[in-house]
């Protein structure tokens, strides 16, 4: 079992930074995968970024250039970088793991407002 905590968030005016954390506890030795999703209102969960453990780090296209996703394997967290940020970025930020055996985990959300 792999619990997934979340800390950051907030409001940001255009153009700001910040940067959003997960802790995984539990079983993070199991972990395959960790990433971060995000749900704005009236818009469909969309996959932001996910870290493929020693393969690569995949991020959707409206945020590449702009956010970067990184994880540290020996403190068991998962980061998310967020830079230029739009109005279009406001949503609740979801962290998400799986394991070996492809259970899947996720944090309890963060909203994440980007308003002047």
């Known amino acids: 079992q792999v619990q997934l905590v979340e800390s950051g968030g907030g409001l940001v005016q255009p153009g700001g930074s910040m940067r959003l954390s997960c802790a995984a506890s539990?079983?993070?030795?199991?972990?395959?995968?960790m990433g971060w999703y995000r749900q704005a209102p009236g818009k469909v969960h969309e996959l932001v970024a996910m870290?493929?453990?020693?393969?690569?780090?995949d991020y959707v296209d409206s945020v590449k250039g702009r956010f970067t996703c990184s994880r540290d394997n020996a403190k068991n967290t998962i980061t998310l970088q967020m830079n230029s940020l739009k109005p279009e970025d406001s949503a609740v930020y979801y962290c998400?793991?799986?394991?070996?055996?492809?259970?899947?985990?996720w944090g309890q959300g963060t909203q994440v407002t980007v308003s002047s």
């Open positions: 870290v493929v453990i020693g393969v690569r780090i």
């Open positions: 539990g079983s993070p030795s199991n972990i395959r995968h």
């Open positions: 998400y793991a799986i394991t070996q055996s492809l259970r899947s985990s």
